[in-house]
Nanobody
């Protein structure tokens, strides 16, 4: 059974940094699509960043470009999201997600939640001004 366990959230002041982690259990492909989504109260879920482990193809939402970095450690089956220069508007519940199918994303075709079959339980990020 595939299980994603995300962690690393917390409370920081604006300008601070956090690193989220997502450990994948129960399945190991040589390549798969993984991503981070976030949802703030009263807002729609947003695809923040994705990476294809087979070729390190990355996507970032405009709102986080230059501040967030998605990365993977295949040996540990772990996904990371390094978040720098955090802003109060980054406050949300963050979820990692996995799919065994590659999809191309860009500004015109951002990631959708329906593209991903497996989800972590979420980790809260709160940024205070």
């Amino acid at each position: 059974q595939v299980q994603l366990v995300d962690s690393g959230g917390g409370s920081v002041q604006a300008g601070g940094s956090l690193t989220l982690s997502c450990a994948v259990y129960g399945y190991s492909y040589s390549s798969y699509l993984m991503g981070w989504f976030r949802q703030a109260p009263g807002k729609e879920r947003e695809g923040v960043a994705t990476i294809y482990t087979g070729g390190s193809r990355e996507y970032y939402a405009d709102s986080v470009k230059g501040r967030f970095t998605i990365s993977q450690d295949n040996a540990k089956n772990t996904l990371y999201l390094q978040m720098n220069s955090l802003k109060p508007e980054d406050t949300a519940m963050y979820y990692c997600a996995a799919s065994w199918s590659y999809r191309h994303y860009d500004d015109a075709h951002p990631p959708r939640g329906a593209d991903f079959a497996y989800w972590g339980q979420g980790t809260q990020v709160t940024v205070s001004s």
